[in-house]
């Protein structure tokens, strides 16, 4: 299995929900990241989990919260989201932790906020 | 606080005709990556290339580094319709242990 999913692929939430992203790979890889991209813009990351252990959190505002409940599997639970955070929400993997260089990203979630 | 900057932001090409786009950085690099996206859809690694390479292809890609100038070039030769989609450099900084994209570039070939 060489590829990163992502669940659900679309989204549409209101200001008041609770809803929670997923992101799945199997390549036995050991660094997971959250990036979010607007439209027409580059990636922005957000968070890094390498070894299970959040090592980088980019001053993400805390209605966004992430979870790794093991190597193959990150979460991104989401809480009184505001319309400014619309944007598709990108999964990514690399082999060795931080020190790797390549990232594998999955298909990403449309997030609507409304 | 952004690293990667793309000229030119969009390029729209005839079928077979190359195309050339290029990415600036500011700081000292590990290396540089380029990635390709589809409309809407996750980033496809393309290549990398390292600080102390200066040029490598892959297929008909071909990239460029100038750490002096802090500036990389992507070509696409005898493009095709499938490569229409939006292509993103990276560099990655061992100083934040985190992989920066740049504004990228969108590209239409036009069948």
């Known amino acids: 299995d060489t590829e990163v999913t992502q669940t659900p692929k679309h989204l549409v939430m209101g200001m008041t929900n609770k809803k929670s992203l997923k992101c799945e790979q199997h390549?036995?890889?050991?660094?997971m990241y959250w990036y979010k991209q607007k439209a027409k813009k580059p990636p922005e990351l957000m968070f890094v989990?390498?070894?299970?252990?959040?090592?980088i959190n980019e001053s993400v505002p805390s209605r966004f919260s992430p979870e790794c409940p093991n190597s193959s599997l990150l979460n991104l639970h989401l809480h009184a989201l505001q319309p400014e955070d619309s944007a598709l929400y990108l999964c990514?993997?690399?082999?060795?932790?931080?020190?790797?260089?390549?990232?594998?990203f999955g298909p990403g979630t449309r997030l609507t906020v409304t | 606080s952004q690293q990667g900057e793309e000229d030119p932001q969009a390029l729209s090409i005839q079928e077979g005709e190359n195309a050339t786009m290029n990415c600036s950085y500011k700081?000292?690099?590990?290396?540089l990556q380029w990635y390709r996206q589809n409309s809407g859809r996750g980033l496809v690694h393309l290549i990398l290339?390292?600080?102390?390479?200066r040029e490598k292809h892959s297929g008909r890609l071909r990239v460029t580094l100038d750490t002096s100038k802090k500036s990389s070039s992507l070509l696409i030769t005898a493009s095709r319709a499938a490569d229409t989609a939006s292509y993103f450099c990276?560099?990655?900084?061992?100083?934040?242990?985190?992989?920066?994209f740049g504004s990228g570039t969108r590209l239409l070939v036009r069948p």
């Open positions: 990514a993997s690399s082999p060795e932790g931080q020190l790797s260089y390549e990232q594998y």
């Open positions: 390549m036995g890889h050991r660094a």
């Open positions: 989990y390498s070894y299970e252990k959040l090592s």
């Open positions: 700081t000292s690099i590990n290396n």
């Open positions: 290339i390292r600080s102390n390479e």
């Open positions: 990276a560099v990655w900084m061992d100083s934040s242990y985190k992989l920066i």
